[in-house]
């Protein structure tokens, strides 16, 4: 695939070895802004051609082409962009430059945004007096507005300041920029094709779409087939739950024999125990069944 990858990877680079192995892609890149996750990156790289700068995501935006053409990419004939954020506290920056890398990009290009969709992340603590839910979610509602202003939705109020409604007001307000990006004059759009959320410490949502002409937009829905797809959206406010226990290896390796052929509860009965990093066990296979197959695996070892 004539493609160039380009997203942080963090020092195991599991994503980039995936991209490669599955889609075949030789152009990859990954970021960051430690040097010493720099440094493991390029020890652990899957292939010799994967490039590992130490940049921060608001440089690789701002100079995409330019980067292309130092690491020798510059034949790529799109580019895959996954900006993987963490800090609830920067989400109007991320947006925001969300929106800045969409004006960069042409019909064909995929990108991948995730970002911190967790209610409690976006306030500190309160320390001493003990404050009521309904205060909670206004001082939470109140700094939301204040960070992501003319992206917030309108009619968005501080009663959706949960687990459940934080990822469809985050996926709105994304959604505004990429209308931003590309109004409704401009030939082109940014389509959504999957928007997820899901448990990594704390709840994140995962966003990706793909640009492309408006006069081809349907002829693609129809030949990606999203509605097969578990995770695809064709909306931004379709949002699918993915569930994420820590599993250990031989946890997944009987997960991944069984989940197939048995039902849950025999599943549960074969672990011997019903929830795993609090997450019942019962909640997860569904969903785990369309995943188990792409699931990462780090490991430890003793040599």
Known sequence: MDYAYLSMGAYPLEDHKLIHRILGIVRLIS??????????????????????????????????????????????????VWL???????????????????DKLAPGDIVRVTVNAHPHELIEKPSGS??????????????LRQRIREY???????????????????????????????PPTHESTFRPLSVVRYA??????????????RSEEDELIQRLDLQSWPFGSSRWDQIHKLVVPDLTI????????????KDVATIVAGLGFDAASGIAIAEFIDSYKNYYRFYPTLLSAEF
């Open 31 to 80: 970021f960051d802004t430690e040097d010493s996750i720099v440094a493991r990156a390029r020890f652990n790289k899957p292939i010799g051609n994967c490039r590992c700068l130490e940049k921060t995501s608001s440089a690789v935006v701002d100079s995409i082409d330019q980067i292309l053409e130092e690491c020798g990419f510059a034949d790529a004939k799109g580019v895959i």
């Open 200 to 213: 990594d410490g704390a709840q994140m949502l995962s966003m990706t779409g793909v640009v492309v002409r």
């Open 152 to 182: 917030l939705p309108s009619r968005t109020v501080a009663d959706e300041m949960t687990a459940e409604e934080l990822p469809r007001v985050l996926s709105a307000s994304f959604a505004a920029a990429a209308l931003k990006a590309f």
């Open 130 to 143: 003990i404050i009521s839910v309904e205060e909670r979610r206004k001082k939470q509602f109140d700094v």
């Open 250 to 261: 031989r946890e997944r390796l009987f997960l991944e024999r069984e989940v197939v052929a």
């Open 84 to 102: 993987d954020y963490t800090d609830p506290k920067k989400i109007g920056e991320q947006i925001r430059e969300f929106q800045s890398l969409l």
